[in-house]
């Protein structure tokens, strides 16, 4: 018998299966961008209450799909009360992020050009923040991808993120000192 969720997961994973036949990426990202806001406003995430359960002391990350020809990825991610990420990236790859429950904030950053390279710390602006709500959803293509998501709320929040690709490691960006230190983390599954 198939679940709610399975359905739910299967009709989105249909709709992004011609969303990704683009001619490239920014043209991809906003069909993707379209089918998430109108799956998700439609009712929200339908997912069964154990998909949506936050994760104890981090946020959650479920892979609800991943693309038999490897093209996209589907996770849901789950943020508890005032959970958030460090300032990342996705490692070169394109995501679409959209808010299936609750809210969240997300703060877009530029890296500016400085001695990186030389010292180990980069230097970041802040150029965006947005508090987004349910169906509101975001296009994060290299090299414009840089971001902190946070959940500031007392209650949970889900986005659903679509990747081109399963993303594995992100970089992360530490503050250190005066700037922010680089560092590559490997990404799992919270179940």
């Not at 990747?163 to 490997?186: A, L, M, W």
Request: aromatic share 6%; charged share 20%.
């Amino acid at each position: 018998m198939t679940t709610t969720s399975e359905q739910w997961i299967a009709k989105l994973a249909a709709k992004l299966d011609q969303a990704v036949q683009a001619a490239d990426d920014a043209e991809r990202c906003e069909r993707i961008k379209t089918v998430l806001s109108a799956h998700v406003g439609n009712g929200g995430c339908q997912l069964d209450a154990a998909l949506l359960k936050p994760v104890a002391g981090q946020y959650g990350r479920r892979l609800l799909h991943k693309d038999p020809a490897g093209v996209y990825s589907i996770v849901l991610m789950i943020w508890g009360p005032n959970q958030g990420t460090p300032l990342h990236d996705h490692s070169g790859m394109w995501c679409v992020e959209c808010v299936c429950a609750g809210g969240i904030t997300v703060e877009s950053y530029a890296r500016l050009p400085n001695r990186c390279s030389e010292s180990g710390l980069c230097d970041f602006e802040m150029v965006e923040s947005v508090e987004a709500g349910l169906g509101s959803a975001g296009v994060l293509i290299p090299p414009f991808d840089y971001h902190i998501i946070h959940n500031h709320s007392n209650t949970p929040a889900a986005t659903l993120h679509v990747y081109g690709g399963e993303i594995t490691t992100c970089n992360v960006f530490v503050p250190k000192d005066s700037g922010y230190q680089h560092e590559v983390r490997e990404l799992t599954y919270s179940d």
